[in-house]
Every structure is written in C-alpha cells, then in structure tokens.
C-alpha cells in the first residue's frame, strides 16, 4: 500500500477490465477528471462481454459487436478515444501466457506511468465484485506490469516487433478487500453515470442506475472521510517505483 504517483507526473493511464462495461462503473469518474487535466487513458478490455445482456430475443452471436460498439460510446463519454479489445470469451477467461502476453504488448505500446485493472484477490464481503474473469484480468495485468513488460527479455517477439520494454510506475486496483486511495468525482458523476448508460444492452431497468452508483460512490466517500455528500472511486493503489 503507498500513495500513487501525483497525477501531474502521470501521462498517459491504461485501464484494463475484463467485459464492457467494468471499466465505466469502477473508474469512468477518475477517468473524466484524468482526461480532462489532459491525462491520455486508454481501455483494454479482456472479453467481449458474450455472456452479458437480459434480451432472450436478441441473436447471441450479435452480443460482441453491440458490446464493443456500447464500450466505445461510453469511452467518449469520459474523453476516451482508444479503445482496445483483446477479444477473449466471456465466462472463460484464464491467466496464462497468452493473456500476460497480450497485456504487456499493450503496455509496452502504450507505455503508462499508471495501469488500473481488477484486484486479483477476492472481495468475500462484495462477491460481485470478484467474478472469475475480473480476479483472472487483474492477475494477468499485476504479471504483465512485473515482470514481464519491463523485462526486455520477457516475450522476444514483442521486441522483435520493435515494443521495447516498459517499467509501470503504480497499479491501482478495483474491487480490492480493501482501499487506500479515494478520488473524490462529484464533478464528474454525471459523465459517469452517461457512461454507463451506454451500455443498454446490460440494463433492463436503467432508473435503478443513479440511486445505486449514488449509494455506493457515497459510503465511499464517507469511508475516507471527505466532506458530507461527495461521492468518490476507492482504489487499492500499489506503488512500482
């Protein structure tokens, strides 16, 4: 546990999540306040969300191009305009070395001071949180930032393709037991909340949305003590360097 790097050191952010949409209720807030100082945030996102949605009438094999195509809105929302898709199954994703591999080439492209992903350690007082394929995305991620993507002799062949190694300052981590660090997005709860609602394939009643992100992001404000209605992101944040 550390306090992360002060954001006006950071540049550039990469955010990877397991489905569309995971990226939009546990950070979109901190993602509009980082895109609007001028923060460059990219997306990876693991899976293509194949198992998600409440339509038993809409074609199945439709579900990844409409979940991409909601991700991408709601990244716009939140002043995201590079959105990647590692195109993995929903429900089936492992930590292997395909998956560290196809992280690092990430990062080494992108090369962030800062990686947000899904703690890999179980939340027994929040299950949802911890879904199979979050614990499996954060776990390759936390691999990824050490030691692959900074290792220039981890996976040869994406050096050979010219991503030269790449150290990771701090790692912020979703859905953690528990958290260190709030960011307090008063201000850009609304960007949030759009951000969200983009995703309407995944919300059949989407008038439940605002009172419950309201609920949870203020017991997390609450949680770390800021003033008496703010709402706030909590992260568990891992200093690298």
């Not at 701090?170 to 709860?189: E, K, M, Y």
């Not at 949305?209 to 992260?235: D, K, Q, S, Y």
């Amino acid at each position: 546990m550390a306090d992360p790097l002060p954001d006006s050191e950071v540049e550039r952010v990469v955010v990877i999540t397991a489905h569309p949409d995971d990226v939009d209720f546990g950070v979109a807030g901190t993602v509009s306040t980082w895109t609007a100082a001028g923060i460059e945030v990219t997306y990876c996102v693991c899976t293509d969300g194949q198992a998600g949605g409440f339509d038993d009438e809409l074609h199945r094999d439709r579900i990844p191009d409409i979940r991409r195509a909601e991700q991408r809105t709601a990244a716009a929302r939140a002043g995201v305009d590079d959105v990647r898709f590692l195109g993995y199954v929903d429900g089936e994703l492992q930590v292997g070395t395909a998956l560290v591999r196809d992280i690092s080439r990430v990062i080494r492209d992108v090369r962030p001071q800062r990686v947000v992903t899904h703690s890999p350690e179980r939340d027994w007082q929040f299950l949802g949180r911890s879904h199979p394929d979050h614990m499996a995305a954060g776990e390759a991620t936390v691999r990824a930032v050490y030691p692959a993507a900074r290792n220039p002799y981890a996976f040869p062949e994406l050096r050979a393709a010219g991503l030269q190694a790449w150290t990771v300052h701090d790692v912020w981590l979703l859905g953690h037991p528990t958290s260190s660090h709030a960011v307090d997005i008063t201000d850009t709860f609304e960007l949030k909340l759009a951000a969200i609602l983009a995703h309407e394939s995944q919300h059949p009643d989407p008038a439940q949305i605002e009172p419950r992100m309201r609920g949870f992001l203020g017991a997390n404000a609450v949680r770390h003590a800021l003033p008496e209605g703010r709402l706030a992101e909590a992260f568990f944040v891992v200093r690298i360097l």
